[in-house]
């Protein structure tokens, strides 16, 4: 059954703090460069700057990836050991470091350009034994290309549409976007779609580190295959040997997510489903088993670093590897102190940097061929399949010999597959946050979410139910983005804008509940439904001040202000709460949306629009020409209705993201 049929209600407070003396999260300074700004080669051999093989590069020596801070000079190199993975950059003088504990958000050391290319293209594509015809993807590949960076540089994507009935934008998960609001890759909010046969470049600094994921904001198109992995090689909390190449667990169909969706908002049991699961594009639907399993082989007794990205449409994993523990290190962009588990639960868009530890706990006893289960085991309560159609949680192999093509015959422990985040206790930010206190009576207005039956659009005879975060569900216009709407004073309300001012150290509050069943008690004409979502936010890491299973308790909830857990994806617990605090230190209009895209383009999401007027200054013409660009190229298409997918049908049915 899917999780869809239900709806839910979240109720969204906003508020803001102004500066507090508790303040203990850095300064209004937005980027420090040690040493002055390299003009010269950085492509010159042995050039007086560090440069050395990022550590957690490639699984392939001969794709050796290296780091270049020419900003620097002679006096920087690196530190990187594979006993302490802590540092990265230090001065010989021991005076400055850029390691684990550099205030990131702040600081960060001065990299290089890195300039990709990506072509989108609609192509049949066969995963699992079925072809998808409607498959679309970056470059001929599933997955799209890896794209890596190393902390500092400034990444560069040129983007070029090369479909034939869609426009296509590209969003960068996770990432910041400190000052670059429209390189965030939103149509209808940061830009217009990129229309067909033209490119827009991306621009914009990794601030961050660590593993995110790229994927397209156009509608549904990511759930066809428009996504892939990208890599800021930076410091690890835990230490490791080697790295090894992302691992994209994702869930998957056979045709497209835009056959599918109108089943979202027509009642059960027409929801929409998965029925399969691919890891880095293998999976085995009417595959011989175990061939076409994605495997993996490691050394006994080696620390290898895996990135677990879940780019799923509807399903929430539990990933485990049989017999081995592994070290936690980071969530989402966020390095953690490190703990370790058996087991770790991943939501939709959530990502974890784990250090496996190639040594089987029962030193190989229980696993006669010595080959080991790789699980995804879709979590109860939390999966976009149908009943009896749930595909195998063994989606994978780890090896100790490469020529082993032995079936493992290990086991997993009885773990508990119950629908959860990573537990709350464990996210422990290294760099820590301190928010200043405020009482959760005092979070207010109120913003409740449900779900909303109306028309697709005003004069359309259709009545569906829709998904809100308020009273109103989002429905962006393509074409008209709200960065190019900086003068307006009001906001079109299917445009769902929250104007938030203030500066550099104005606290945001958000308090979202979906009430579920205890909805029905509440003064509203929506509906309400036990569902969980994996709500995120662009533009910011947020800080998770609570976060529990039953809203009615909310009143009497304590916040953790105290360095709590911090990422930019949170699952709403069905019936439960979350309360979120950012600072509003990044001018932008950033979406905050669930990421189940059946629900997002449905209406699930709502734009902050933070300091419109500093904004407005900082987005010069000089700065919005290319934006400007593609929205004339996007008009000039879109007013061609042969152009369209179906002419005689309206173009747009969703809510655009
Ligand atoms: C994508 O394909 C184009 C050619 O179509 C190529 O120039 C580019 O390097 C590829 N990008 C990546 C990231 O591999
Ligand atoms: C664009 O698509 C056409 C087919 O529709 C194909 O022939 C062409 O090679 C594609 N271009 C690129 C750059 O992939
Ligand atoms: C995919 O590209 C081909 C060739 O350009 C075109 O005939 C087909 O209609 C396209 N399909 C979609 C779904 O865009
Ligand atoms: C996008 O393309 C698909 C075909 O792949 C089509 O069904 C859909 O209507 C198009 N939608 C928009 C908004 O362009
Ligand atoms: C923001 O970007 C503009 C232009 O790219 C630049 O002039 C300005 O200094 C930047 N501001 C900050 C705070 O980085
Ligand atoms: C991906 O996220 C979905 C939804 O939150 C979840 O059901 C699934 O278990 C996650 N996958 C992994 C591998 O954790
Ligand atoms: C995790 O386990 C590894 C070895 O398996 C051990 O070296 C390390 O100390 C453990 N870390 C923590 C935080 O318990
Ligand atoms: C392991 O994976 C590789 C590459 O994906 C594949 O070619 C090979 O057949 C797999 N081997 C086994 C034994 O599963
Ligand atoms: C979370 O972790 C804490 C500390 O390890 C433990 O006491 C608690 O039972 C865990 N909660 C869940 C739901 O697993
Ligand atoms: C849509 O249908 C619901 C009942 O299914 C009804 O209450 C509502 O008034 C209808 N709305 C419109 C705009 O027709
Ligand atoms: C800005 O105002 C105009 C005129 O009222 C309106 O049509 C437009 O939708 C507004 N923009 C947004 C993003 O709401
Ligand atoms: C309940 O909703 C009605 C209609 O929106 C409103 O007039 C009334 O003030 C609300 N009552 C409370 C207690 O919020
Ligand atoms: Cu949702």
């Known amino acids: 059954m899917g999780l869809l049929e239900s709806c839910k209600a979240l109720a969204l407070y906003l508020t803001a703090l102004l500066p507090s003396s508790l303040l203990e999260y850095g300064s209004s300074l937005h980027q420090v460069t040690f040493g002055s700004p390299f003009t010269g080669d950085v492509h010159r051999p042995g050039g007086h700057f560090p440069q050395f093989p990022a550590p957690n590069g490639p699984d392939d020596p001969s794709e050796e990836f290296v780091c270049k801070y020419p900003s620097l000079g002679k006096q920087w190199s690196s530190c990187s050991t594979a006993d302490d993975r802590t540092c990265w950059l230090k001065n010989s003088d021991g005076s400055k470091q850029f390691d684990i504990n550099t205030d990131y958000e702040n600081q960060w050391p001065e990299g290089i350009p890195r300039d ?108 066809d295959g428009l996504h892939g992995p990208i890599t800021v090689f930076g410091p690890s909390s835990a230490s490791y040997d080697e790295g090894r190449n992302p691992l994209i667990i994702t869930d998957w169909n056979h045709r497209s997510a835009f056959k599918d969706w109108q089943r979202e908002l027509v009642p059960k049991p027409s929801f929409p489903t998965m029925n399969s699961v691919l890891i880095n594009g293998h999976g085995n639907f009417a595959g011989a088993f175990p061939r076409d399993k994605f495997n993996m082989t490691v050394t006994k007794g080696k620390k290898y670093l895996l990135r677990i990205i879940n780019t799923s449409v509807d399903t929430t994993y539990i990933f485990s590897i049989d017999n081995h523990e592994f070290t936690v290190m980071s969530s989402d962009f966020v390095p953690v102190q490190p703990y370790n588990v058996s087991h770790i639960a991943v939501g939709i868009g959530q990502r974890y940097h784990v250090v496996l530890n190639a040594v089987p706990l029962d030193n190989g006893a229980l696993s006669a061929t010595g080959d080991y289960w790789i699980r995804a085991i879709p979590a109860d309560g939390c999966k976009g399949f149908e009943t009896g159609n749930e595909p195998d949680e063994r989606q994978g192999i780890l090896r100790y010999d490469d020529e082993s093509r032995g079936v493992p015959t290990s086991f997993r422990d009885g773990f508990s597959t119950a629908c959860r985040d990573e537990n709350y206790t464990h996210l422990v930010p290294v760099l820590p946050w301190k928010i200043p206190p405020a ?45 190019l709407d900086l003068h307006n004073t009001t906001w079109n309300n299917d445009s769902v804008v929250i104007t938030q001012d203030g500066d550099d150290d104005t606290w945001v509050y958000l308090v979202i509940t979906g009430p579920g069943n205890n909805g029905a008690s509440t003064n509203h004409t929506r509906s309400f439904f036990p569902v969980a979502h994996p709500m995120h936010l662009h533009g910011h890491d947020f800080a998770l001040l609570a976060q529990g299973n039953d809203s009615s308790k909310l009143p009497d909830v304590k916040l953790k202000f105290d360095n709590p857990p911090r990422r930019d994806v949170v699952l709403l617990p069905s019936n439960g709460y979350v309360v979120v605090a950012f600072k509003a230190d990044n001018p932008g209009s950033w979406l905050f949306h669930c990421h189940i895209p059946w629900h997002a383009s449905s209406g699930l999401a709502l734009q902050i629009l933070e300091r419109q007027a500093d904004l407005q200054k900082m987005l010069t013409d000089a700065r919005l020409a290319e934006t400007r660009r593609v929205c004339r190229e996007w008009d000039a298409w879109y007013a061609d209705p042969s152009n369209h997918w179906n002419a005689s049908a309206p173009f747009q049915d969703d809510s655009g993201i």
């Open 116 to 223: 990709y290319y990506l072509v989108v293209n609609n192509q049949t594509f066969n995963a699992d034994g079925i072809a998808n015809p409607d498959g679309k993807v970056f470059n001929d590949s599933y997955p799209g290309p890896w794209i890596k960076a190393c902390w500092g540089d400034l990444i560069r994507v040129t983007v070029f549409n090369n479909l034939t009935f869609n426009g296509t934008t590209v969003h960068w998960h996770g990432f910041r976007q400190l000052n670059s609001t429209e390189m965030d890759g939103v149509n209808g909010v940061t830009q217009c779609p990129i229309a067909p046969q033209h490119s827009y470049t991306y621009e914009f600094r990794a601030t961050q580190y660590g593993t995110s994921w790229y994927h397209s904001h156009y509608s549904l198109q990511y759930a």
């Open 439 to 483: 009482s959760i009576s005092s979070l207010t207005p109120e913003f409740d979410i449900g779900k909303v039956n109306r028309p697709a659009r005003p004069e359309r005879a259709d009545n569906f139910s829709w998904w809100a975060m308020g009273d109103h569900p989002l429905w962006l216009d393509f074409g008209r983005p709200t960065l």
